[in-house]
């Protein structure tokens, strides 16, 4: 049996992707001050995960971990549904979580991203060294966390798209 | 798409058949696209059906009631779906706190001072308020804070008074009644205003009863009240000003009702039209690089107030640059 972290239990999926666009929003995020509510594209997401993909078991909850859809295949397939590349790392690091969370509790699977706007899939298997990456990402994301005040905000091109832009640069 | 504040004037019935919702008057039935709904404002005397009430709620739409004078009644104010503890015990902690209760009035009255200096100007006086600021930074109490901010008023007030036409001069604030008819268009437009503050807070994690200029008791809403500081001269007296100076309100939107003076059905009309209207308006906003509402403005100022709070970024009052 390997060791686990005992935090990664109560690290969600969104944080882990978070960690990998933008701290600040991450710290605001894991406090409650949530802004996806405002962001446009968060609705469209939705609307397009509820009208799409229809027979698979769709927003699988495991523990802290919801998986917008699952595949019982050989092995599990974790299906994630992104809408451009934009932050490819970030969803990378968010699927690899996944199955790295799903190893934790003795289920094997590989994760496939899905980017329908762009007609590409991508499969992710979890290597031994992105193992160590995650258990960084969790080390990390428990001390960003826990920091008193919010990380100041780092002005990125893809600000402008985020829902807590205006939180930010106001 | 953009959503907008629905206001409804006649009498009639609000109900929902299936996933639509209806208004029903004695001009027939119209259906509301829920989708472009922020907030809805009942004025008239209507009848609203339960199930509309859990459709609004699930979509998180507020609904705010005003009474037969146009006055602010109360809200349906649906379960809130933003919840961030952490932020509670912050807005709390700055209310326990003295000196960071201080400090946050402060700076509710001295925006409130500045938009009034700001409007002034705008009204060709140059007169600048720069003592009473002084005065305010050296007070240590709410109530010290309180009385500076009446004194400024009424001097606010008396120098906006002699720019007015002599059909609609202030003379003195007076409310409920109001005893002429400035006084009671700028009591029609606060009242109109503090609800649309309101859901700019219900769209936030803040907590809009805990209040820091106002004590939390004073009122069930009473974050709005500290914020509706910067924006009852930024936006209801800018437009009173506005509707008396172009001739657009006149004396004959009125009626005498007891010991007062209130705005009639018509009044009330073409008031609700421009202040919907005014809210809509965008300006550049330099630090965003973008263009926002005025509505918007009172978000954003939402979100300095959480900055503030987590200890991001200093409060500090928007001042009107338009």
Known sequence: MEN?????LIIGG??????????????????????EQESDFVDLGKFLHEKSYFGEEKEVQIGSIKIDFIKKRDVIEIHEVKRGKQMEKAHIMQVLYYIYYLNSLGIKSKAILHYPKLKEIKEIELKENNKEEIKRAIKEIEYI?????????????????????????? | MRKKSLTLLSDGYLFRKENTIYFENARGKKPLAIEGIYDIY??????????????????GIALHFFNHYGYYDGSFYPRESLHSGYLV???????????????????????GIKNM?????????????????EELNNCNKITEVMNVEGRVRTEYYRLWDETLPDDFKIVKRTRR?????????????????????????????LTPTVSYLHEPHERRFSLALDLSEIFKPMIADRLANRLVKQGIIQKKHFRDDLNGVLLNKEGMKVVLEHFNKEMDKTVNHKKLKKNVSKRRLIRLEAYKLVKHLVGQKRYEPLVAWF
């Open chain 2, 177 to 205: 009644p109001p005893k002429n008819e400035m006084n009671a268009l700028i009591s029609f437009l606060n009242s109109r205003l503090y609800p649309a503050i309101i859901t700019e807070l219900y769209n936030t994690q």
């Open chain 2, 89 to 111: 015990v912050n807005q709390v902690e700055h209310y326990l706190d003295k000196d960071k209760r201080l400090e946050l009035a402060k700076l509710f009255i001295i925006g």
């Open chain 1, 14 to 35: 969104i944080e882990i992707n978070y960690l990998y666009v933008c701290k600040t929003k991450l710290w605001y995020f894991v406090r409650g001050i949530t802004m």
């Open chain 2, 117 to 133: 200096e700001w409007n002034l100007l705008k009204f060709k006086n140059k007169t600048k308020f720069s003592s009473y600021i």
């Open chain 1, 4 to 8: 686990y972290l005992e935090e990664e």
């Open chain 1, 145 to 170: 966390k826990s920091l008193k005040e919010p990380p100041e905000p780092i002005y990125q091109k893809i600000c402008k798209n985020c829902a807590y832009y205006e939180l930010c640069f106001i």
């Open chain 2, 42 to 59: 009942i004025y008239g005397k209507v009848s609203i059906s339960s199930q509309a009430l859990h459709y609004l709620a699930q979509k």
